[in-house]
């Protein structure tokens, strides 16, 4: 694992057939709700691994890549003041490619306690409002559109 965070990372959206989504509250921000999301372990690691990976390592559960589904599209934002000190010297900026998967809502959340205190089901436009980073919150507003057209 290098020094530093790499300032690559994935968002992934887990969400429900009844179009809930998975929300997780962070360890070292209570209050701050949010997807599952992590950088890269190394700058080769494919993007889709990374995001099971995570998926695995933040809720337990087991996804294969081939129910990941890579939405070819990244954003772009500045990290938070208060984590810079994770990279290297000078990195203001991460890019976060998005992911999502759909779980049933009975799956079994086993939460890394190092990262999450919660978990819970919001309905779209809840989780969107509850998310504290904007990425995150856009992320599941388009999910809405791609996956419930109408709702």
Sequence with gaps: MP???IPISV???LYSPEAQVLLLERADHAGFWQS?????DTEEEPLVQAACRE???ETGLAIAP????????SQNYEIFAHWRHRYAPGVTENTEH??????????????SAREHL??????LEDAAEACFSWTNAKAIREL???QFPGS
Excluded: H, P
């Design 98 to 111: 998005v992911f999502s998967s759909r779980i049933s809502q009975s799956s079994i959340i086993r939460l």
């Design 144 to 146: 809405g559109r791609r």
């Design 36 to 40: 599952v999301t992590g950088s890269l």
């Design 55 to 57: 998926v695995f390592e």
């Design 11 to 13: 968002l992934v959206v």
């Design 66 to 73: 081939q129910y990941m589904e890579d939405w070819g599209f």
């Design 118 to 123: 919660r978990w819970k089901w919001l309905a």
């Design 3 to 5: 020094a530093f965070k």
